[in-house]
């Protein structure tokens, strides 16, 4: 009996431990600045997520765009160290994970009124990759298939329009 | 028997011309297959050939089917002119969903045949999943979609198919186009879509210059100049990335697709006019007045709610935010500068009714625009204003009234009463997509902005079009579009040919 009072502890223990990790997520998602945006406005924020598409250098400093998926937001910082990231996200690409700090602005007076964040701080959590695309041989057949009687048939019809015209 | 044999004619006649279009739009498949081929995208490259074998093989199949009507010489009706292009409309948004349902980034069909008939209609609404890593095959499927819409798909279809195309004036009236630019259709088909290569070229190019000088790489910035100009011409409102027009974080590059919008929502008439010398049409038109007065108008209400709320603190701010979307939602572009949610969280009732509006009323007819259309605008105010004068006039005076749309026309109670039916057809449509989104649960204000969005084709949205949205909702949306796009009366004919074969059969069967 008692091995199982431990036992039972110990996994109440674990789960627990489990569930505080979950609960103490260190950064805010995008959709959250977007629906708080009042509240959150001129606040130091903590964002994490995918970076995407390409960075577009603006002298000093660049843009970036970052996906949380829940949102995406534009990110204002230093060009040196957007030249740290090495994969954009799109169709080839997993971009990197960045883990980034700064100061959410609902209208900011800077860029016209977007709704940005400039970068404090920075931080690549996990490396992008290249996707491999696993093409289905299934898929090549069916392609084979319908493409020769797409032509068969279009000869057919090209026969059938000329002999109207004669 | 005869009326059997009769209507069995004009199935065929339908048929046969729907076919043809079928054929020439999933020939347009191609250029997607060439670009995934060129960028090495497998996948998307087979999605396309799949998809473009079984577009060819219905067309071909329909020409067959239709080709006795030819061989007869039967003439097209204006009926069969409406419902053809009705119909082929609504072939070819689930034939051209297939390469979306095949790249794995719609959720379902019905979100598939959404995202189709949102670029068709040049609406700009979409419910495809994760647009930032989408191929660049498919997003140059999707703005071509979109360009091709604006344009219409029976002008398409004449530009290349002259010969073919017996009756072509019935149908480009039944795709919502009546202007002749020059005495025969096939040429007025043909100017239209050399006005748009034109523009195609130029606009891409100034584009392409602005996507380098704001940093993007010469080939990303190159693709990115062709969507958007896709887009901003068709008045479409898609663009390569989630964020949407605020991916580029660029005033320029704005401004340059806010010019492109307001060129795309003029008439094709008003181009053309402009092209043969005739400069005096940019002052004098109705439709030009008529957008000038309501677009000015809802931009300064719009920033006079906007600074009570206190919601931009500058004349930039106000630019880019303010009069960016209103020009946009009064094009019916759709291209959004701040998040959806923040018409509905910042904008306040006063800010989304305004939208809403300028939404409603739309762009120029005959253009790639949709909403009421500043010519139905003008020419109801006009004919409100001719009934009050002839109140105040003695019952023996004789005045003819007249407005000004590429020449002087004479503004009668048959003018005034068809424009004042579509107008009505056209709140009908709104009320009742407003009346379904607080149906299910949504805020008025947003059910209200998202229905004005729909019905006048422009896509911007306040948050509710989702693909976790009720499928009730997808399926009005999708109506709502095609109605608002093609002007209500071909679709109409549709439902009316469809359900007098229906009546038809009902009685033989009940004779025999």
């Not at chain 1, 001129?42 to 970052?66: A, C, F, H, L, P």
């Not at chain 2, 709320?309 to 020009?327: K, M, P, Q, T």
Request: a positive charge.
């Amino acid at each position: 009996m008692q091995k199982y009072i431990k036992t039972l502890i110990w996994v109440l223990l674990f789960t627990s431990t489990l569930t505080f990790k979950v609960n103490a997520q260190s950064f805010t998602d995008i959709n959250e600045l977007i629906e708080k945006a009042k509240e959150y406005n001129g606040e130091e924020v903590t964002i994490q997520g995918e970076v995407i598409g390409e960075s577009m250098k603006r002298g000093d400093y660049s843009w970036i765009n970052i996906n949380d998926g829940t949102n995406a937001i534009g990110i204002w910082l230093d060009s040196d160290i957007a030249e740290e990231i090495l994969f954009y996200g799109n169709y080839k690409c997993k971009g990197d994970t960045v883990k980034i700090t700064g100061i959410f602005n609902r209208a900011c007076k800077e860029h016209g009124g977007e709704a940005d964040l400039h970068s404090s701080s920075f931080e690549i959590v996990k490396n992008g990759y290249e996707v491999k695309e696993q093409i289905s041989p299934v898929k090549i057949i069916i392609a084979a298939i319908l493409t020769i009687f797409t032509l068969v048939l279009m000869l057919i019809l090209v026969k059938v329009i000329k002999k109207r015209r004669l | 028997m005869a009326s059997l044999k009769h209507r069995q004619n004009g199935i065929e006649i339908i048929s046969y011309y729907t076919g043809y279009i079928v054929l020439i739009v999933a020939s347009l498949m191609t250029i997607p297959i060439i670009t995934s081929l060129l960028f090495l995208e497998w996948n998307p490259m087979l999605d396309f050939i799949i998809s473009d074998a079984i577009a060819f093989i219905l067309g071909i199949l329909m020409i067959m089917y239709g080709m006795r009507s030819k061989e007869r010489n039967h003439d097209i009706q204006w009926k069969h002119g409406f419902v053809i292009a009705s119909l082929s409309w609504i072939v070819l948004t689930v034939l051209c969903s297939i390469p979306y349902i095949l790249s794995g980034h719609s959720l379902s069909f019905v979100d598939a045949c959404f995202d189709v008939m949102s670029g068709f209609t040049t609406t700009g609404l979409a419910l495809t999943q994760d647009l930032d890593h989408i191929s660049i095959g498919l997003n140059m499927w999707r703005h071509i979609l979109t360009f091709i819409g604006g344009q219409g798909m029976v002008v398409l279809t004449l530009t290349f198919l002259g010969k073919e195309m017996g009756g072509a004036f019935k149908m480009y009236v039944g795709e919502g186009k009546d202007i002749e630019l020059v005495p025969n259709v096939k040429g007025t088909a043909r100017q239209i879509w050399k006005i748009s290569m034109i523009y195609l070229i130029i606009g891409t190019i100034v584009l392409w210059i602005v996507g380098m000088s704001i940093g993007l790489k010469p080939v990303s910035a190159f693709l990115h100049a062709l969507f958007i100009f896709a887009s901003s011409w068709s008045t479409g409102g898609f663009a390569p990335n989630s964020q949407n027009i605020m991916y580029y974080h660029s005033m320029m590059f704005e401004t340059v697709a806010m010019v492109i919008f307001i060129l795309g929502s003029l008439n094709f008439g008003i181009h053309y006019a402009i092209w043969q010398g005739k400069r005096k049409e940019i002052v004098k038109n109705i439709e030009i007045q008529s957008f000038l007065v309501t677009s000015f108008v809802a931009c300064m209400l719009a920033l006079a709610g906007l600074a009570k709320l206190n919601v931009y603190s500058d004349a930039i701010a106000g630019f880019r935010r303010v009069i960016f979307n209103v020009i946009s939602a009064h094009t019916t572009t759709g291209f959004g500068s701040i998040y959806a949610r923040q018409f509905a969280l910042e904008w306040g009732d006063f800010g989304i009714l305004i939208m809403v509006v300028a939404m409603l009323i739309g762009g120029s007819a005959c253009s790639t625009a949709g909403g009421f259309k500043g010519l139905r605008v003008g020419i109801v105010f006009k004919g409100l204003i001719m009934d009050v004068k002839k109140l105040l006039l003695t019952e023996r005076s004789m005045n003819v009234y007249k407005y000004h749309h590429l020449k002087d026309r004479v503004l009668d109670d048959t003018v005034i009463k068809s424009s004042a039916i579509i107008i009505i057809c056209y709140i009908v449509t709104f009320a009742t997509g407003t009346i379904l989104g607080t149906f299910y649960g949504y805020p008025i204000s947003a059910s209200a902005f998202e229905s004005a969005s729909v019905t006048g084709n422009v896509g911007l949205s306040i948050g509710v079009t989702t693909s976790s949205m009720p499928t009730a909702m997808k399926l009005f949306y999708i109506i709502a579009m095609y109605l608002g796009r093609l002007e209500f009366l071909s679709v109409f004919a549709l439902i009316g040919y469809f359900l007098g074969g229906v009546k038809k059969a009902c009685k033989n069967i009940l004779k025999h």
